[in-house]
């Protein structure tokens, strides 16, 4: 594999042109099954492959995993703003820094797998919830400038979490 391919093992997001119901429905699915596709995926590696990395100078597995953890809480916490709040301004966070704390870096996996579990129960519920005005609300991201709608935003993290389940793929298949 290139670079390109281990950094995007499923390819760079692409928003659909239009977002149908049936992508939409794909996409929860996606969120809600995660982790227990992730748990059944980490089931098998021992200590050692939770700090093999997937690419020279990227995360280890154990890294991938807390920043799931990290990243989509702020994903769900970015749901509600957009559905409580007008065009709400969203607080990015650097999550190559994030990844370097002792958290991400030496914690057990396990409470970042509760943390996905909770969230993803409660995310997915919530957006299968939603109305298609709902569907319409925004939020602004500050570095992009760019205004996301729950949508585009929901197929974003549908993506994301098999992009980093790639990710892991690639440790599992070096096995």
């Known amino acids: 594999m290139d670079l390109d391919q ?3 093992p499923t390819g760079k997001f692409a928003k659909p042109e239009i977002i149908i119901p049936e992508i939409l429905r794909n996409s929860i699915t996606t969120i809600s099954s ?8 980490l089931k098998s590696f021992s200590k050692e492959q939770l700090d ?6 990227g995360w280890t597995v154990r890294q991938v995993v807390n920043h ?9 916490i970015r749901v509600k703003l957009a559905l ?6 969203i ?7 994030w990844a370097e704390l002792e958290d991400s870096k030496n914690f057990p996996v396990e409470s970042a797998l509760k943390i996905l579990e909770g969230t993803h129960y409660r995310w997915s519920n919530l957006l299968n919830s ?6 319409q609300r925004t939020f602004i991201h500050p570095e992009s400038g760019k205004t996301i709608t729950l949508a585009e935003n929901t197929c974003v993290y549908a993506w994301h979490c098999n992009h980093h389940l790639g990710h892991i793929e690639i440790v599992e298949n070096q096995l």
Not at 34 to 41: D, N, T
Not at 91 to 97: D, G, N, T
Request: with cysteine; aromatic share 14%.
């Open 34 to 41: 995660f982790p227990s596709r992730l748990q059944q995926k």
């Open 6 to 8: 281990l950094k995007y």
């Open 84 to 89: 409580t709040e007008d065009e709400p301004v």
């Open 68 to 76: 799931c953890g990290d990243s989509h809480i702020n994903g769900f």
């Open 130 to 135: 939603l109305t298609e005005d709902q569907w």
């Open 52 to 57: 093999m990395k997937y690419r020279p100078e």
């Open 91 to 97: 607080k990015p966070y650097l999550e190559a820094r």
